[in-house]
């Protein structure tokens, strides 16, 4: 297996095209790798980086008659966007969604979804074979236990499949604060989604404005 390092293996905005898989009611129920409020924010706060960057999503969802449909603060993101909604368990069978994400022409193929050791493992390990430079984001995903999702990742890091949470992945498409068409949006996702990081941003700011004491006269 082929050792990833190297700046062109950091992830880049222009060749990343990010799928979110199964972000549903049914997976949630019974997700036990993470609080599932933590989940949700994290997904949605990596639905909005994508966002941030021009990165094209796609959404699918798994009998979704039964399984309920993705979370709103998901699909709140890309109003009117169509769902892929599949029988299929892995993503990486259903032509459906593989065409789509073929036709963006795009390389590094960034996947997130519940539960990590079934509808996450195994389109990341399909496609890591097939050629495709797969990253999954950890902390937006999530799994039946803590220990399937930990075995789940030692599966795909086996296959070749890169590992990243959602504020890393967020930096690596940033790169530079000096880029500030991406730097003022990708600040307010952080402050609504990235806790101590958003409030202190805030913090600094309320500092930086608020004049100095004079001295006692």
């Known amino acids: 297996m ?6 062109a293996s950091l992830l880049r905005p222009a060749d990343s095209v990010l799928v979110l898989i199964d972000h549903q009611p049914y997976q949630l129920a019974n997700l036990n790798s993470h609080d599932p409020h933590t989940v949700v924010n994290n997904s949605a706060a990596l639905a909005k980086a994508a966002k941030v ?6 959404l699918t969802s ?3 008659d039964r399984g309920g449909h993705i979370f709103p603060q998901i699909t709140n993101v890309f ?10 368990i892995n993503t990486w ?15 590094q193929l960034v996947l997130a979804g519940l539960w990590t050791e079934v509808c996450v493992a195994m389109p990341a390990i399909q496609a890591a074979g097939e050629g495709w430079d797969v990253t999954v984001v950890t902390d937006a995903s999530g799994a039946v236990s803590t220990e399937a999702h930990e075995i789940a990742i030692q599966r795909m890091i086996a296959a070749g499949v890169n590992m990243i949470t959602w504020m890393a992945l967020a930096a690596e498409w940033q790169r530079d604060w000096a880029r500030a068409k991406t730097a003022g949006p990708l600040t307010e996702v952080l402050i609504q989604h990235a806790a101590g990081s958003g409030i202190a941003y805030l913090w ?7 004049p100095v004491p004079s001295p006692a006269g």
Request: net charge negative; aromatic share 2%; proline share 6%.
């Open 62 to 64: 798994v009998v979704a």
């Open 53 to 58: 960057f021009g990165v094209p999503t796609i």
């Open 204 to 210: 600094e700011q309320q500092l930086l404005n608020t």
């Open 79 to 88: 109003p009117g966007q169509e769902i892929i909604d599949r029988t299929l």
């Open 2 to 7: 082929a050792v990833r390092n190297g700046l």
């Open 93 to 107: 069978e259903d032509p459906n969604v593989v065409d789509v994400v073929k036709a963006t022409g795009r390389k």
